[in-house]
């Protein structure tokens, strides 16, 4: 059944290793008959015969449909007539072959001696069907020739001198009766039995007859034998079943108990489940509820219109509930189908199990959490309001259980710090320390542990962290000990930080801004003054002389002044929202040549030329002429303060599609690359020392970016160290039209 095909050295081989000859019993042969390519439908490509036996049996190349041929007998030295043997060459034979190719049964077929004369009247053929695995063909029979009258033989000593034993089968019994024959018992005398034994599809009829010999030694004594014999076995019989009541009474006293103690289990177990807190359902896999406890009445039955529970439909008082899904926790909001119930919230555990008859079971594990969610959202809200409120003042909050080495901080108070929570962190408020600046570290600590020790009642301190690439944050911190141990102890500390960096600049330009102003206010007052005084001292003959070059002096310091006092009044504007423009149409030549003038006798100063581009075509600019005016003279004048001596400022314009680019440009040292970032801010200097070489508030530039903003442009600047520094803005065109067209 395993092969592709078989050889006769195989076969061969296959009968040595079961020793056919020595080992089996009444077992003459082995052998394999085949079914024809049109019997088997392999078309003889499963069992080929070989050259051999293709020659003793003489077999033509093309057989009918009920042909089944012998192809391979082991041992083959006593039984090389069987090769090419058609069982289809007796009728019964092949009726009996075709019975067990359609029914799969083992039969069993004999006394053909007109087959193969040679081996006498007492061999049978067992034959067992072949099929191929998977598919089902049919393939041929695998059969054995068997010997019956050996198998009787020598089973005893006393066979033969006392007893005689004889097997044979019906082998004239008609094909289709052989299954119908019934076993019967036939007494012939006192000492001889037959019986019949159905196997195999045939009937064996086994004789035992005693001998004479037998009969002779035993006269009478037999009778009384097999009755002392019977009355034995009645009476051991008799035991075995007193033996079987006494035990049936045990068992039965046992199972009474056992029913006893199950029985006190089960109401032990229904007392626990009626009287636990949680609400238990039983459910059956169609979701009728087989039972349900007193929690489970208490907690579903408000809910519903019905009197009980069992019996309904758990999809009625449940509908959310997903009975066809994995065990597990789940929760539920679940509607009163009556109208004045409130909903509630049912934490719901699903487990499933299986009755003794293997069917499946729901139990459901439930509880009633509506007022925990309501706390748990009402904690979740005002924690929500208090980062809120923790996120609009951009306050940060940490609690440190000084005992335990822990601590907690708010989102504020990791924003501030521009951190994140680390993983399974128990102390992020100390992870602070170790990018805290080292200047800072020392105050830190001490304060800190003064208001642990009961020194100070706070932890007041100001410090610096380091958030990103050395940019250093300046946070201030308050925390006060909340709890103390009986022995004085700190044991818990709360507080609040804040990043106060914009407040430590904003103070530090105010300081800035009084140390510039006190400059910029001294140096032309003391010029105004002084000019004054020498004006005062002079005789009336020299004041002809030099009263006009001190007159000169005096005004140009209080210009100087007056645009100090413009300046701060316009930053005070823009702070305030008030800075307001006039947008007009203006010729943009005559705003550049205006602007040019104005600042020739301070270029003059710095020994600085002025050039100015002019447009070939006039283009129309919308602005507010006083304050663009006010952008290019002090672009114009930082360009002539910064430029280097002899070089020359150049003041051009470019037209683009709807704006024109109006820029300012210098050769001088360049700005600095730390100071690029700070540069439109308000009182920013290069040098911010009070000894400044050029002088200036810090304003200018601040002042020109929001006016040229409200305006409707943008500005910016371009600058490389020792080289070419361009500040340009930009201000729309009064009509685009004109633009495309000189461009």
Not at 8 to 26: G, K
């Amino acid at each position: 059944m395993a092969s592709d095909g078989i050889t006769a050295s195989e076969m061969s081989s296959y009968a040595q290793a079961l020793n056919v000859n020595d080992s089996m019993l009444m077992l003459d042969a082995i052998g394999l008959a085949s079914a024809t390519p049109e019997e088997s439908g392999l078309r003889g490509n499963l069992f080929a015969l070989t050259e051999s036996s293709s020659q003793l049996s003489g077999l033509p190349p093309t057989l009918s449909d009920d042909h089944f041929v012998v192809q391979y007998i082991e041992p083959l030295a006593n039984h090389q007539m069987f090769l090419g043997l058609d069982f289809a060459s007796n009728p019964d034979l092949l009726a009996i072959a075709k019975k067990a190719r359609d029914t799969g049964q083992t039969l069993v077929a004999g006394h053909f001696p007109d087959l193969v004369p040679q081996i006498g009247g007492s061999r049978v053929f067992m034959l067992k069907p072949i099929y191929k695995p998977q598919k089902g063909d049919f393939i041929g029979f695998a059969f054995a020739v068997l010997n019956l009258e050996d198998f009787f033989k020598g089973l005893t000593n006393a066979q033969g001198k006392m007893i005689e034993i004889h097997a044979e089968f019906d082998a004239n019994m008609a094909i289709d009766n052989i299954n119908t024959v019934p076993a019967t018992t036939i007494d012939a005398s006192d000492y001889s039995r037959n019986q019949s034994i159905e196997k195999f599809g045939q009937t064996f009829f086994l004789s035992f007859r005693s001998t004479p010999q037998f009969d002779a030694i035993q006269p009478f004594r037999a009778r009384w034998i097999v009755l002392t014999l019977g009355l034995l076995i009645t009476a051991l019989v008799s035991t075995i079943l007193h033996v079987l009541i006494r035990k049936n009474q045990t068992i039965a006293v046992t199972v009474a108990q056992k029913t006893r103690d199950l029985e006190t289990q089960d109401k032990e177990k229904r007392s626990i489940l009626e009287n636990a807190m949680l609400a238990i359902l039983s459910v059956n896999k169609s979701g009728e509820i087989l039972h349900a406890n007193e929690a489970a009445l208490n907690l579903l039955l408000p809910l519903t219109n019905h009197m009980g529970l069992d019996g309904n439909s758990i999809g009625e008082v449940l509908p959310d509930m997903d009975m066809q899904g994995d065990d597990g926790w789940s929760k539920l909001h679940v509607t009163s189908t009556i109208e004045t119930a409130e909903p509630v919230i049912i934490e719901v555990e699903k487990k499933t199990w299986f009755t003794a008859e293997g069917d499946p079971r729901i139990t459901l594990l439930m509880r009633d959490i509506s007022v925990t969610e309501r706390h748990a959202k009402e904690i979740a809200e005002a924690e929500q309001r208090w980062n809120l409120a923790l996120m609009s003042v951009q306050i940060g909050v940490f609690d440190i259980n000084l005992e335990r080495k822990t601590s907690v901080v708010s989102d504020t108070w990791l924003a501030n710090m521009q951190t994140e929570a680390l993983a399974n962190s128990q102390n992020p408020y100390q992870e602070q320390i170790v990018r805290m600046h080292p200047d800072d570290l020392v105050p830190f600590k001490k304060a800190e542990a003064d208001c642990i020790e009961g020194r100070t009642d706070r932890a007041k301190v100001r410090f610096r962290v380091n958030v990103a690439n050395d940019e250093w944050r300046w946070i201030k911190s308050d925390a006060v000990v909340v709890e103390r141990a009986p022995d004085g102890t700190a044991l818990r500390m709360l507080g609040v930080q804040t990043d106060v960096t914009e407040i430590f600049k904003l103070e530090r330009m105010k300081r800035d801004f009084v140390a510039t102003v006190s400059h910029e206010l001294r140096t032309p007052l003391t010029s105004i003054k002084g000019a004054l005084g020498l004006l005062k001292a002079q005789s009336p003959a020299e004041k002809l002389q030099v009263s006009d070059r001190l007159i000169e002096i005096a005004l140009s310091n209080s210009d100087r002044l007056a645009s100090l006092v413009d300046d701060i009044l316009d930053m005070e504007k823009m702070n305030s929202g008030n800075m307001n423009v006039e947008v007009n149409s203006f010729n943009l030549n005559e705003i550049l040549s205006d602007a040019s003038q104005q600042v020739e006798t301070y270029a003059s100063q710095w020994n600085v030329g002025v050039e100015v581009q002019n447009l070939e075509a006039e283009l129309m600019i919308s602005t507010d002429k006083n304050r663009v005016m006010q952008v290019l003279t002090n672009l114009l004048s930082n360009a002539c303060k910064f430029a280097h001596s002899g070089t020359t400022v150049r003041l051009n314009a470019e037209v683009l599609p709807t704006h024109m680019k109006i820029s300012v440009s210098n050769l001088g040292p360049g700005i600095s690359e730390e100071f690029r970032s700070k540069i439109f801010q308000p009182f920013s200097q290069a040098d911010s020392s009070n000894v400044r070489q050029r002088g200036g508030t810090g304003l200018g530039l601040s002042i020109s970016r929001t006016l040229i903003e409200l305006m409707g442009g943008t500005i910016g600047f371009e600058s490389e160290p020792d080289q070419e520094t361009v500040f340009w803005f930009t201000c729309p065109l009064t009509d685009a039209s004109e633009t495309l067209a000189v461009v």
